[in-house]
């Protein structure tokens, strides 16, 4: 009797999976099916979401836009159709008992829509209409189709106003620099924090070596790091919604000022009743775009003679000879990436899944450069009742890097042609083949072998529950699990290749796991009040609990005696170190937030943070929000106005966030120490490292922001524009301390303040629209501001790069770490001298003042699409060390031609040589004025052409559906002559934290390569 009663339980239990007919025939529900269209050119509307308000009813649409969804109470029902591009749809309807009723949707196109939900940031009421602050969506399941992108980062470059993705350089998976608003701390990270569908997870950058950047000889990576960000498949994301101010006040709170990221991925397809298969493949070609400089050298009269310099022999005194190592021997040459991606999805009326798996080798235009991803995810939804909903994902993914020795490294290529090359140890052989030139061979420096590899666990759950109609609950739980396992292995060898602790042999192993853990709650009640039920209110509140493990374990050996045993612990010498951090954060919130029929919302919120990294003696971090949003077109009196202008809203917002200490920043520290014994031994010991300070608390920011968004034209054209005002106090600042207190390590302590205003604008326009031929465009574009307020009782000291005469400065009342030079305002051809200013003085912002990104769309006939997307950034400096290098070492061409031949004219010799005086004349030594550059451009990023396979040729593919996508990425840069080089978007130093963070140096850094594509798409 038991078997039987636990075995009809589990029958009963499965009939929800089992069963979309016996769902449908429950007693006292109905059934809804229809189709979505696009409500201009009648074609049907894919992954439009269908929903039953107060239920956790769903369904998306499929290919043929039809969708159908059962259980649904009976009685009196609103039905709700929502797309990313398209105004919402509603409808409502009577369900009734057994019954299907049909709806469809014709959905227009919209360039301000209102009625599209946003998940991140918002609680309670989540359409845009009801929020104050501007949270932005990017279609990435779009972009991934008809864009030349391949990773997360590029899906996002160019995208969303006010997000600045700077690209780190040309090699193979490095990181690039992620900026929202503008910079605001000094001393910790300013890249935003990045959610996978609710769930904390590392999006920070990975080193190969873990003891000391400058350690025995080395300089990590020269200025290449790894994201994290790219450890994920872009083809797994659906949208990606991107926080910048005072919305992220309530639901992130204290690790939030430098904006949130949250990547929403593909689900399964309530209401499928089917199978869905996707599979894309891919092939790169990665062309260098540049060619590396060849070396000159003018001939003295010992390097002509007998046993002169080869390239001399010949030649008379003062002849010019030139070389270029690294093209002759093939070093820049093209890659390649291949990639095959599948994806199901599918479902019935109760539950839906979403499975994928992607493979992708990346080889970069340099020896010993490659990227090897693969990655899995699988995705269940399942809708119990109409009131309960289970989401569960797990990720899965391998990440491979090799990555050569690059920018400013000793044994990275650019450097060694451009400072550490000698064109007159080039050698001839009898044939008239050239050798040599470089201080380490290229077979050296290919032998260098820099390796990372990640392997990394998404597990997540998210719950649904709405036991009341005006009651729902949302909890998830989920974790970012990942290890990083790092080698940096210079073989032993024979002929003289490396030098210091290199030369014999060496080896470096890190481990380092990293483990986020997320638990969060949200929880919300619904009201109307008011005879016409026009007032409405949201009462949200919830709770977030974030628990953060870092770990790292390095060695290092030093000696081998063979290379085939390259362990740590084989090495004649060997050390390690290791490194533990724990970080736990836990926020309590609330939030009201009124409306009044759809014109006027109203919000007040606040959060309360805990973090085990502030100071025992702070306590708690009280962060309020505010924000109205007055939809204007909704009043009655509109109407007359509706022809020109069809949407008009007004809204502001106010915020505070932060930015959380580092893990036992607070803490009284020590540091090991060997100590004499009595007898002349030794023993472990400890000194005082850093005093700690109890009182640390967060970094402060506080935001308002206010603007509008309006439609045109009935929604054919749209705006929107924003005005931010973001002031960051309490700064984390290190207090540098008396050596006689006997502490090696300065505290931080809470001082100084920084501003960052500026405008943010998005157009978006349909100009035309016919049934063969569909154009859609869009404009965003940022100023940015920033404003260094006060530093408290803290000096930063000046940094100088390379001279004295140029540094980066902390100065109240300019931007955070400005450059600063000596400025050349004159030159004497007749006294062969230049007169520059007396002292260094400002000299500009590291970072662009303003930015510019223009998409446009074009569809012909329904089946090609024609894309591009061009990028502007205007204001910012870099200093140009390559050819600061070049011209120091008497290698470049300006050193060496006649001004006819492509030489330094007389002026231009002594703008970069001097002598230099100021006007009292007093002497200067080596000034960088004309090395400090504009990285002001224009770039061609991306253009494609997606054609849509006729049936007929899809069927021979055996597939329902086929599409191929020609592209390139990069095509072409327009740069102002005043910047000597191929490409100034450079970002050579990807330091996140600390007052080197900001620096932007081209120095031997390999510019962005240009990337060829084909895509192959065919559905099942």
């Given at each position: ?35 979505a ?9 894919e ?8 239920t ?25 159709a ?7 749809g ?8 057994g ?20 998940v ?5 009421n ?10 932005a ?47 605001a701390?000094?001393?910790l ?35 290449q ?10 083809d ?32 399964g ?108 995810r ?26 050569p ?58 719950i ?42 060496y ?18 009640m619904?009201a ?5 039920r ?36 084989s ?40 973090n085990?990294?502030f ?14 949003s ?32 580092s ?6 520290t020590y ?13 472990p ?16 920011g ?18 929107e ?60 574009g ?38 600063y ?6 030159i ?49 400096k870099i ?12 290698t ?17 010799l ?92 081209e ?18």
């Amino acid at each position: 009797m038991k078997r039987r009663a636990i075995l009809a339980a589990l029958l009963f239990a499965g009939s929800g999976l089992a069963g979309p007919t016996l769902d449908a025939q429950q007693p006292g529900t109905g059934t809804i099916a229809g189709k979505a269209t696009d409500a201009q050119s009648g074609s049907p509307l894919e992954a439009v979401t269908i929903a039953v308000q107060g239920t956790q009813l769903a369904a998306i649409t499929g290919p043929d836009g039809t969708f159908r969804i059962g259980r649904v109470p009976n009685g009196t029902r609103v039905i709700t159709a929502r797309r990313i591009g398209y105004a919402a749809g509603t409808r409502t309807i009577t369900a009734s008992d057994g019954q299907t009723t049909t709806v469809d949707f014709a959905l227009q196109t919209s360039a301000v829509n209102l009625q599209e939900v946003v998940v991140t940031g918002t609680a309670g009421n989540q359409t845009r209409a009801a929020q104050g602050a501007v949270v932005a969506t990017i279609n990435a399941s779009e972009v991934t189709t008809i864009a030349p992108v391949s990773s997360v980062t590029q899906v996002l470059e160019g995208r969303v106003a006010g997000v600045n993705v700077t690209t780190g350089s040309g090699t193979t998976g490095t990181a690039p620099r992620i900026n929202i608003r503008g910079a605001a701390s000094i001393s910790l990270s300013n890249e935003p924090l990045v959610f996978i569908d609710g769930i904390r997870t590392f999006s920070g950058q990975r080193n190969d070596v873990a003891i000391g950047g400058g350690a025995h000889g080395l300089e990590r990576l020269g200025g290449q790091s790894i994201t994290a960000l790219n450890d994920l498949n872009p083809d797994d994301i659906e949208s990606i919604e991107v926080v910048k101010g005072p919305a992220a006040a309530t639901l992130y709170g204290a690790d939030a000022s430098a904006g949130v990221i949250q990547i929403i991925t593909k689900k399964g397809r309530l209401g499928a009743r089917g199978f869905r298969q996707n599979i894309t493949t891919e092939w790169n070609q990665i062309q260098p775009n540049f060619t590396p400089l060849p070396l000159y050298g003018t001939c003295g009269a010992g390097d002509v003679g007998a046993g002169g310099a080869a390239l001399c022999q010949g030649k008379t005194a003062g002849a010019v000879i030139s070389d270029n190592p690294l093209q002759r021997e093939g070093v820049y040459r093209n890659g390649s990436l291949g990639s095959l991606d599948y994806s199901g999805q599918g479902g019935g009326e109760s539950f839906g899944y979403f499975v994928s798996a992607d493979a992708s080798n990346e080889y970069g235009t340099a020896p010993s450069n490659y990227y090897l991803r693969r990655t899995g995810r699988l995705h269940f939804n399942w809708v119990t009742t109409s009131s309960l909903g289970i989401d569960a994902t797990i990720g899965v993914s391998r990440n491979d890097y090799r990555m050569p020795q690059g920018d400013d490294a000793n044994y990275g290529y650019l450097t060694q042609q451009y400072a550490l090359s000698d064109i007159f140890g080039v050698s001839v052989g009898p044939n008239g083949a050239r050798s040599g030139g470089l201080s380490t061979p290229v077979a050296g420096l290919a032998a260098i072998q820099n390796e990372i590899t990640t392997v990394r666990f998404l597990p997540s759950a998210q719950i649904h529950y709405s036991p009341l109609t005006w009651w729902t609950n949302r909890f998830t739980v989920g974790g970012d699990i990942s290890a990083t396992h790092g080698t940096t292995f210079f073989p032993k060898n024979s002929a003289n290749w490396y030098q210091g602790d290199q030369a014999n042999g060496y080896v470096e192993d890190v481990q380092h796991p990293i483990h986020i853990y997320t638990v969060d709650y949200l929880g919300n009640m619904h009201a109307t009040l008011g005879g016409t039920r026009q007032i409405a209110s949201d009462f949200s509140f919830g709770s977030q609990y974030i628990n953060t493990v870092d770990n790292v374990l390095a060695g290092i050996g030093i000696g081998l005696a063979t290379n085939s045993s390259n362990l740590v612990s084989s090495a004649a010498a060997n050390e390690a170190t290791q490194s533990y951090s724990q970080s736990k954060s836990l926020g309590l919130l609330a939030q009201e937030q009124v409306s009044f029929g759809q014109t006027l919302f109203l919000q007040a919120g606040a959060r309360v943070d805990r973090n085990s990294a502030f100071g025992k003696a702070f306590g708690s971090l009280v962060l309020p929000k505010f924000s109205a949003s007055y939809v204007l077109s909704q009043e009655s009196f509109w109407s007359r106005y509706a022809n020109l202008i069809s949407t008009l809203r007004l809204r502001a917002a106010y915020g505070a966030t932060g930015r959380s200490p580092s893990p036992g920043a607070s803490l009284r520290t020590y540091r090991p120490f060997t100590v004499v014994t009595a007898n002349g031994g030794t023993a472990p010991g400890v000194v005082q490292a850093s005093p700690g300070n109890p009182d640390l608390k967060p970094e402060r920011g506080t935001e308002f922001e206010t603007g509008f968004d309006a439609g045109f034209f009935h929604e054919r054209a749209g705006i929107e524009l924003t005005f931010y005002d973001k002031h960051t106090s309490d700064l984390l600042l290190t207090n540098p301390l008396a050596p006689s207190l006997a502490f090696t390590t300065n505290p931080f302590i809470n001082a100084g303040k920084v501003d960052n205003r500026g405008i943010e604008f998005t157009l978006r326009a349909n100009p035309l629209d016919r049934r063969n031929f569909r154009w859609d465009a869009s404009l965003n574009g940022s100023t940015l501001k920033n404003r260094l307020v006060s530093l408290g009782k803290i000096a930063i000291p000046n940094q100088s790069e390379i001279s004295p005469d140029l540094t980066y400065r902390y100065v109240v009342g300019k931007p955070l770490s400005a450059w600063y030079t000596s400025k050349i305002t004159a030159i004497d051809t007749v006294a062969g001298r230049a007169t520059v200013t007396g002292t260094p003085v400002y000299a500009g912002p590291q970072w662009p003042t303003f930015t510019a990104n223009l998409t446009n769309t074009v569809t012909l006939f329904k089946n090609v699409q024609l894309y591009a997307l061009v990028t502007h950034q205007q204001g910012g400096k870099i200093l140009n060390v390559t050819p600061l290098y070049r011209d120091l070492t008497g290698t470049s061409a300006g050193a060496n031609l006649t001004a006819d031949q492509g030489g330094y004219s007389k002026s231009e010799l002594i703008a970069h040589y001097g002598p230099f005086f100021t006007p009292t004349g007093t002497p200067v030594g080596l000034v960088l004025d004309r090395y400090l550059q504009p990285t002001d451009f224009v770039r061609l990023a991306e253009l494609s052409a997606t054609l849509t396979l006729p049936n007929e040729y899809a069927q021979r593919l055996r597939a329902a559906g086929a599409s191929v996508v020609l592209g390139v990425r990069n095509l072409h840069v327009w740069k102002k002559k005043a910047f000597d080089g191929p490409d100034p978007e450079f970002q050579a130093n990807t330091t996140l934290t600390g007052t080197a963070q900001y620096v932007s140096i081209e120095e031997f850094t390999v510019p962005q390569p240009r990337r060829w594509l084909v895509r192959l798409n065919l559905q099942f």
